[in-house]
């Protein structure tokens, strides 16, 4: 059993299995990884848009806007003007952070509502939303493959969307690994099978908020 909740982070994604078995007690435990989460997003555009090429990530940003929508020669020097790599910076980390806090306390909620329906209600929203950060330390490991690939990068031309792919592919079968261990400790009881069921219905949940607010994001 973790004794710390830095180790708890660590226990988490090392062994996911034993790391749960304590956590469920551990009320204030989950602000461990959610200050580590969201430090790392902040890490990570700092460090992106010191080291990115960044006329060459503009014009990419703008060629997408042109092929999305008719736009005049104006039009586009207007958005070029408004793309500045301090107010992107900004927009990133805080567009990050919101992303991962609404898609965790949307899991929140519908497992605390799930749970009332299910017998195994000894848990509330706090409860669950602190799950739901201990579910998503993946997005730690992710970030760091992400500011490796842009330190490894020698000419800087990597976009946006090739992060948030990078992110994402690296996170999904971990973090439902993380997930299902940590339901079945907070469903105490619950057999494997349906501990493994309900979590991916909760999967499926951050994945549709996932495809919509990225999808249109991606370049065709």
Known sequence: MSTNPLQACLDVLISPDTAFDGLHSKKGWWLAPFLLINASFV???LYYFANVDFPWLKEIMLDQIAA????????LEVISGSLQQSSMTVWSIVGSIFFVLFLNTVLAIYLNIATKFSGKNEFGFVDWFGLGWWISMPHVVAVSLSMLMVMFSTSGMISLE?????????LILWMMVCGVCGMRVFCDGM???CVTFFFLKCVFLRWCVWCFFFVGRIPR
């Open 43 to 45: 890490a990570m555009f």
């Open 162 to 170: 090739n992060l948030s792919v990078t992110t994402f592919n690296s």
């Open 68 to 75: 999305g929508e008719e736009m005049t020669a104006e039009d």
């Open 191 to 193: 057999k494997w099978g």
